[in-house]
Each structure stands twice: as structure tokens, then as C-alpha cells.
């Protein structure tokens, strides 16, 4: 708790103000926010900078980081720039960065997951082995992020000649779990995954399915309550409409209960489609990523392929499909026909993989098969559901995210 206090104490020289939330060590998930009384929607809750806090009127604004104590492509010191190609990443920049310029506050690397929780809880430092059991998109998502991390220190090595590439690595991997989506006129003209941010003391946040809400302008970054909270209840952030694939690549963690949940119908469709078909796809950039969600829109990029399995020897439409149109052959229906069967291929897929699991269980790896053994039957409940038809329902699709 001393550690705590005096992140907090340094927060405070910057012109940080909780009020009605502190950091808390939490049995089982590190440290997270949480309330110390009763949070009312509209109450002020943690304040940067208090002097250029802006209050909507409904007086529901929570946390506000004004632009001066973000850190992002802004902040980035000019000799960096200077050396660094003009196609590295922010991502990468941010962690050269925090390398050549760690936190003021010394206490806050003492409170940031260390490089051993990356290693047991995050599949890019798992032996391969275990990689290859993961589910599909968790494994798709694991090749980007090692694409990307290799692109990002090929560039951080040329400025940073002598630092380790395992140093490089976890700095890389605290930006890219701590960092904040910021998107504002300036940050616009940059690619998606460059408008990032590092926000003190607001990452100590912890995720949930439905969590406070953020947005953000020129002038500050606003952390926003979504509903009362009791004290010592902890109080969450949501990082976005994530699948628990996603959430396990990116995070090292998967929801017990996440309504935006999916699987995926790659090796079960990929399998089936014609040459033909993979062609007609490829050229609409609907080939592959065919995941099955809630509520199966007709013209979702698995439906779509279903259908042109349904469609026989008859003539794709392709384009009328994308729009979700039925037609004359009725394939819409008879694509939602065949689902159970295709279900039915992915949850052999699923056991194939908890058999392989079990095999190759052993005790230096076993809370890693755990969470893969979790993690594969999270996705039989949800072939399950889907086959019952009982998907579950999806709120509305938000923009609240970190990342």
C-alpha cells in the first residue's frame, strides 16, 4: 500500500484528484479502481488537472486528463523523431519512449504487471506448443502481434542500439495493455492503431463487459460513470467490444460472461468453399474472418459464404447477398439450415483440442492449460447456444474503448 500512496502522492504533484475512487490491490486480478463510498452517477470521481475540469450538464464526467498530462505522439521528444523511420509505429515509438523516459513517478513501474505476469498469463511468450493449441482468432491475432512487434524493434533497435530486445518487449507489451484510444482532429490523419495514449493512474482501471464510458478532445480526456457504485465495489472501464480471444492475445485474460463473445468458422468453411468461391470472396475482402456472433445479420461475411454453399451449381449473387437480400432459391434459408451441421464440425473441432490439452498436460504449464482448456469450453457453450438457438443478445455496439 505504501507503493500506492505514493503514486498517488506524485499524481497529486500533478495535478491528479481522486475523489470517491482509489487504486486496491484485488485477490486474483492486481490492482484496480475502486470506490471508497457511494458513487453516484454524477459525482466527480478522479479529476487531472482540476483547474481545466469541464462538466457536462448532466454532471456525469468522472475523470478528466487534460491533454497535458497525456502522453502520445505530441509528448514524443523531437531527437527520438529524428532518428526513428517514418513508418515505426506509435505503438513502438511509446515504447522506445518509456524507455529513454520512464515515468516520473518511479513507484508506477512497481505497480504495472512485470515482465513475469506477461510471460505467464499472455500467449506471445508461451512455448509454441501451447500457441498452437489456441483457438483460431486468438491464434490469427497472435501472428499480428508478432508481425507487428518484429516490424516496431527491427525500427527501436536502429535508435536504440544497445538495448535489449527482451527489454523492448515488455515495454511494448505496457503500452500495449495500459494504453488509451485517442482520437481527436490532430490524431484523425493517423492509422487506427496509432492513435494511442498513456493516461497515469487512469489505467489502473481494470475491464468489464460494460464500464465506464470515455471520450475525448482537444482539451482533455474524460473518464465517465455508466451507472452508482457502492463502496469498496470496484469500479471498471470497458477496453471495447472484444471477443475473449481477443481479450486473452491482447490482455492475457478471458470474461467468465462476455456478450460479445464469438467463435470462429474459418477451418469449417475454408474446408467447403470452391476455388471459385474463395476467388468471388477474396475480391469483396470477405474471405476468412467468418465469425458467428449473436444474432447472425444476413448479410454478415459468414453468412454470406454459407449461402454460397447453399447455392449448388446455381449462379452466386454475391452482391445482393452482401445487402442481405433472399432470392429465388431461397439460400438465405437454407444457409441458416446447414449452421447446426457446421456447429456440429466445430464442436469436433473443440474436443479434439480439450483431448490434446489434457495429453499434454504438466505442471509447468498447467494454469496456461487452464485458461486454453477454459478458453476452448467457453467456445462449445457458445456452439451450443447458437445451435439451440439461443444466442445470446448483443447491446448496443459502442465506442467506449481503450484499444
Given at each position: ?6 503514486l498517488?502522492?506524485w499524481a497529486?504533484?500533478?495535478?491528479v484528484?481522486l ?31 482540476i ?11 468522472v ?25 515505426m ?23 504495472v ?29 497472435l501472428r499480428?502481434?508478432q ?32 494504453s488509451?484510444y485517442?482520437?481527436?482532429?490532430e490524431t ?10 498513456l ?5 489502473m482501471?481494470?475491464?468489464a463487459s460494460?464500464g465506464?464510458?470515455?471520450?475525448f478532445?482537444?482539451?482533455a ?25 481477443f ?39 470477405l ?7 449473436a444474432n ?21 449473387e ?7 437480400r433472399e ?8 444457409a ?7 456447429l ?6 473443440v474436443?479434439d483440442h480439450?483431448r ?12 496456461k492449460?487452464?485458461v ?9 457453450e ?9 444466442q445470446q ?5 459502442t ?5
Amino acid at each position: 500500500m505504501a507503493t500506492t500512496a505514493s503514486l498517488l502522492q506524485w499524481a497529486a504533484n500533478q495535478g491528479v484528484v481522486l475523489d470517491g475512487v482509489e487504486p486496491r490491490s484485488i485477490s486474483g486480478r492486481g490492482l484496480g479502481m475502486v470506490a471508497t463510498r457511494h458513487i453516484n452517477v454524477r459525482d466527480e470521481q478522479l479529476t487531472f488537472a482540476i483547474n481545466l475540469l469541464t462538466i457536462s450538464q448532466d454532471g456525469d464526467v468522472v475523470v478528466t486528463v487534460p491533454t497535458s498530462a497525456i502522453r502520445s505522439r505530441h509528448t514524443l521528444p523531437k531527437a527520438l523523431m529524428a532518428k526513428a523511420a517514418t513508418n515505426m509505429t506509435l505503438h513502438g515509438l511509446l515504447a522506445a519512449d518509456l524507455l529513454l523516459h520512464p515515468q516520473s513517478s518511479g513507484v508506477w513501474g512497481k505497480l504495472v504487471p512485470s515482465l513475469a505476469d506477461f510471460e505467464s498469463s499472455t500467449p506471445f511468450f508461451w512455448p509454441k506448443m501451447l500457441q498452437e493449441l489456441l483457438p483460431r482468432e486468438a491464434k490469427n491475432l497472435l501472428r499480428k502481434q508478432q508481425t507487428k512487434f518484429q516490424q516496431d524493434w527491427h525500427h527501436a533497435k536502429k535508435v536504440l542500439p544497445d538495448l535489449a530486445e527482451q527489454e523492448y518487449l515488455y515495454s511494448w507489451f505496457l503500452v500495449g495493455t495500459r494504453s488509451f484510444y485517442y482520437e481527436i482532429e490532430e490524431t484523425l490523419s493517423y492509422p487506427s492503431h496509432d492513435r494511442l495514449a498513456l493516461l497515469p493512474v487512469a489505467d489502473m482501471f481494470n475491464h468489464a463487459s460494460a464500464g465506464c464510458s470515455v471520450a475525448f478532445s482537444t482539451e482533455a480526456y474524460e473518464i465517465t460513470a455508466d451507472r452508482a457504485y457502492q463502496a469498496g465495489e470496484e469500479v471498471y472501464t470497458s477496453y471495447g467490444t472484444h471477443s475473449n480471444d481477443f481479450l486473452l492475445a491482447e490482455y492475457g485474460f478471458v470474461l467468465p460472461d462476455n456478450p460479445w463473445d464469438q467463435l470462429c468458422l474459418d477451418k469449417v468453411l475454408l474446408a467447403k468453399l470452391p476455388p471459385q468461391h474463395m476467388t468471388a470472396l477474396s475480391e469483396r475482402d470477405l474471405l476468412g474472418d467468418f465469425m458467428l456472433r449473436a444474432n447472425l445479420a444476413p448479410g454478415d461475411r459468414t453468412c454470406v459464404a454459407m449461402r454460397g454453399l447453399a447455392s449448388g451449381g446455381g449462379v452466386p449473387e454475391w452482391d445482393d447477398w452482401m445487402h442481405g437480400r433472399e432470392d429465388a432459391d431461397g439460400t438465405l434459408a437454407e444457409a441458416r439450415a446447414m449452421l447446426p451441421g457446421f456447429l456440429a464440425e466445430f464442436r469436433g473441432d473443440v474436443e479434439d483440442h480439450r483431448r490434446r490439452i489434457t495429453e499434454l498436460r504438466d505442471d509447468a504449464n498447467a494454469a496456461k492449460m487452464d485458461v486454453l482448456l477454459q478458453r476452448w469450453n467457453q467456445l462449445d457453450e457458445l456452439a451450443r447456444a447458437h445451435g439451440r438457438g439461443k444466442q445470446q443478445s448483443r447491446g448496443k455496439d459502442t465506442k467506449n474503448k481503450i484499444r
